[in-house]
């Protein structure tokens, strides 16, 4: 497991970076097919999807550097701000990228007077396609988003090839509740962690691929914004409930902590579990109101759109 997929005189392309592309690539392409075969425009959602990810990429940096503030805080400026702009040195969090991604579609529909919810729809399995790069991208750099350390069977022994992972786990930590370097061992002449750990880069895989086997479910209802906010509450539940809980977070509450070589790898609860429940909440919350509203009579209009009688009307008054 190497971080690096080319180097070519010394500049290096990261796999996470190769991974992550492919994803979004695939994603747009199924994006661009839904939308052609709804009546939609294509080169319109095209256009709001590159703005979204131009945002949704400064979103998913600026909430990584506000929530790990202590990687920076010690560093000189001016080196410090080109550290925070250095996205080759990894680090972003997806829900900063959701959030920038979705201010920048709120922004986009409203000036080009599109549906909202119609056209987010369409995004959804592109969404789980970059979580499926991007965590297989975790997988190759070793150190991101690793497990507890755990005594259950499904503890994963990390390979003595993974030199990424092993250098980055046996620096010795600050805090006691996230230091690896205590399960670390000399063999062949190099550093090894040797427990076995919660594998939550591949949690994080089988997550992305259930939302998107289901995003093509969700995206059968006629109802706009059905699909979306289906999106937003199962990878939030399924983030925080099956990936969070047995990842090597810090704690926002000290609450449940139970990790060692006889212990299940648990903790509760990290700050990505406290901002889950708000997100969980409001989606239930607006899944209750779409599921007590009719289904929509589509009508054709000029070009071959397809909309709501809702949607012709108010397009006719403008």
Same mark, same amino acid.
């Given at each position: ?53 131009? +945002? ?19 560093? $000189?400026?001016? &080196? ?44 959804? $399995?592109?969404?789980?396609?970059? /979580? ?6 975790? /997988? ?18 990390? @390979? ?24 670390? &061992? ?9 427990? @076995? %750990? ?25 109802? @706009? ?6 999106? +937003? ?24 902590? #139970?990790?060692?070589?006889?212990? $299940? ?22 899944? +209750?109101?779409?599921?007590? #509203? $009719?289904?929509?009579?589509?009508? @054709? %209009? ?17």
């Amino acid at each position: 497991m190497d971080p690096i997929f080319l180097n070519i005189g010394g500049f290096t392309i990261a796999w996470y970076g190769v991974l992550m592309t492919l994803g979004i690539v695939a994603g747009i392409s199924i994006g661009l097919k839904l939308a052609r075969e709804r009546g939609l425009d294509a080169d319109l959602f095209e256009r709001m999807i590159y703005t979204m990810l131009l +945002w949704g990429f400064i979103g998913a940096r600026l909430v990584f550097v506000a929530t790990s503030w202590d990687l920076f805080a010690d560093t $000189p400026m001016p &080196q410090r701000l080109l550290d925070i702009i250095n996205l080759r040195q990894g680090g972003i969090s997806i829900h900063g990228g959701l959030l920038g991604g979705i201010l920048a579609a709120i922004w986009f529909t409203r000036k080009y007077r599109m549906n909202f919810y119609r056209y987010l729809d369409l995004a959804a $399995p592109g969404v789980a396609l970059g /979580i499926i790069g991007g965590r297989l991208g975790n /997988i190759m750099n070793g150190t991101d988003t690793v497990g507890r350390v755990t005594g259950w069977p499904v503890g994963f022994r990390w @390979p003595d090839s993974a030199r990424a992972f092993h250098d980055g786990m046996c620096i010795p930590n600050p805090d006691p509740t996230m230091d690896l370097s205590q399960y670390c &061992q000399t063999i062949a002449g190099q550093q090894v962690m040797t427990a @076995p %750990v919660h594998f939550t880069q591949l949690y994080g895989v089988l997550i992305g691929a259930a939302l998107l086997i289901a995003s093509f479910f969700w995206l059968r209802s006629k109802k @706009p914004g059905w699909a979306f906010w289906q999106f +937003w509450l199962w990878y939030s539940l399924l983030r925080a409930g099956v990936e969070e809980t047995f990842r090597l977070n810090p704690l926002m509450f000290d609450t449940y902590l #139970q990790q060692g070589l006889d212990q $299940p790898g648990i903790g509760l609860w990290t700050m990505t579990q406290v901002f889950s429940v708000p997100i969980v909440l409001v989606s239930l919350y607006m899944l +209750w109101r779409l599921a007590a #509203q $009719p289904e929509p009579q589509p009508v @054709p %209009v000029a070009g071959g759109e397809v909309m709501t009688h809702a949607e012709a009307r108010a397009r006719g008054g403008e």
